[in-house]
């Protein structure tokens, strides 16, 4: 079975310019939840949707934004970007509807520099 | 809000040595508690979780008791191996509404085995 898939792996960015991050989660999966890691922050949560709807968003501004299509791909676009939004974009998903009883799968990352 | 606190790493030890990892955790409600592993290159693993008081988690050799009287998720390994060298990670689902749909992470302890 696939795992979760990340494309871009590695993009390179200038401030001010948006980019869209890809995730195909693992077949059957409904739910794709998206984090962001970075070494002073550590990883923290953008969003996550279920079967297209945005069930709970981080705390991040409103230049983050995703959206999850019914084949449940999701995207994730960063508009006019900053310095600090350099990171390594995670996706993951899950089988189940909650976490207590599901497990989340992570992919390996997509590697944002911005310059 | 919610929060988890692990010891800072980076950790060194020899291999067979017995390994603890700290991990406390503020949350409301009742949470699932996580340890997922990143080994390097590589996205994260779940390694093993509990969903209520008094719950172990084990996986490979891991083992780690939900103590709600201490809030505290602790990990440990009677002998480690030079293939255990990775970030840990632990992490939380707050058990109620939307919090039931995103982890919210510690900020990572690094092991490292020598032989």
């Known amino acids: 079975k696939a795992g979760v898939t990340q494309t871009p792996r590695y993009l390179i960015k200038t401030r001010g310019q948006q980019v869209t991050l890809s995730c195909s989660p693992i077949?059957?999966?409904?739910?794709v939840s998206w984090y962001q890691q970075t070494p002073g922050q550590g990883l923290q949560f953008l969003f996550e949707?279920?079967?297209?709807?945005?069930?709970n968003k981080g705390n991040f501004p409103g230049r983050f934004s995703g959206r999850q299509f019914s084949n449940s791909r999701s995207e994730m676009n960063v508009s006019t970007l900053e310095l600090g939004d350099s990171a390594l974009y995670l996706c993951?998903?899950?089988?189940?509807?909650?976490?207590?009883?599901?497990?989340?799968?992570f992919g390996e990352g997509s590697r944002l520099t911005v310059l | 809000g919610n929060s988890v606190t692990q010891m800072e790493g980076p950790v060194t030890l020899s291999e067979e040595a017995f390994l603890t990892i700290n991990c406390t955790y503020t949350?409301?409600?009742?949470?699932?508690l996580f340890w997922y592993v990143q080994y390097p290159g590589e996205g994260l693993q779940l390694l093993l979780k509990?969903?209520?008081?008094?719950d172990k988690g084990s996986n490979k050799g891991f083992e780690a008791t939900y103590r709600k009287e201490t809030t505290s998720f602790h990990l440990e390994k009677g002998s480690v191996q030079v293939s255990d060298s990775a970030v840990y990670f632990c992490?939380?689902?707050?058990?109620?509404?939307?919090?039931?749909?995103?982890?919210?992470f510690g900020k990572g302890t690094k092991l490292s085995v020598i032989p």
């Open positions: 993951a998903s899950m089988a189940g509807e909650k976490l207590n009883t599901g497990e989340l799968f």
């Open positions: 077949s059957g999966h409904r739910s």
């Open positions: 949707y279920f079967s297209e709807t945005q069930r």
């Open positions: 949350a409301t409600g009742y949470p699932s």
């Open positions: 509990a969903t209520k008081a008094d």
């Open positions: 992490a939380l689902s707050d058990g109620s509404g939307a919090g039931s749909y995103q982890l919210t």
